[in-house]
């Protein structure tokens, strides 16, 4: 567990369910062994809230804001279709911006920022790109451009109901899943 003298890093997702997470899991793999690529050491994910800083003693507060968003809110129905790019160096499974994913998504941001004055910075200067990364590291102009010729011509649909937050902690080595709190109106 991370030291409770500073500020741990954290954020806030939507975890697939475990076939896709298998899915996504072989996606990455294979992108590793044919170009060498990675990504984030977190399981496959959405992210509504980037990572942002927190204190591991003030963690009952954010379980405690998380859980309020969490109690207000219903399950989400996902759509995941194709392959997108953040060109020259990101790759993923595209997330579908359906008006249930955004109001999520912005509602769990606005809360955040009101409740703890957590910002993302970022986030003011694009809109939300929901998306489930495969590749982010170690990519270079030729794998990148390899890689998305054939990630672009393959299809991936899958739909799952999204029924839980969950908070992602940082060991200083990966992202671990720290808590999750499920969607319940």
Known sequence: MPSSDRPSRFFVGLLPPPAIQDYANQVIQDLTDRYRMRTAKAPPHIT???PFLWSIDAISRLHSELQTVAQAQAPVPIQ???F?????RVLFINVVKTPELLQLQSTLMAHLKQQLDIVDPVSKQ????????VASRNVTRQSFKQAWAELAAQAVEFTFLSDRLTLFLHNGQQWHVQAEFPLLL
């Open 126 to 133: 694009r809109s939300f790109a929901p998306h489930l990364t």
């Open 84 to 88: 997108g790019v953040f060109a020259p």
């Open 80 to 82: 995941l279709s194709g």
């Open 48 to 50: 509504l809230q980037p």
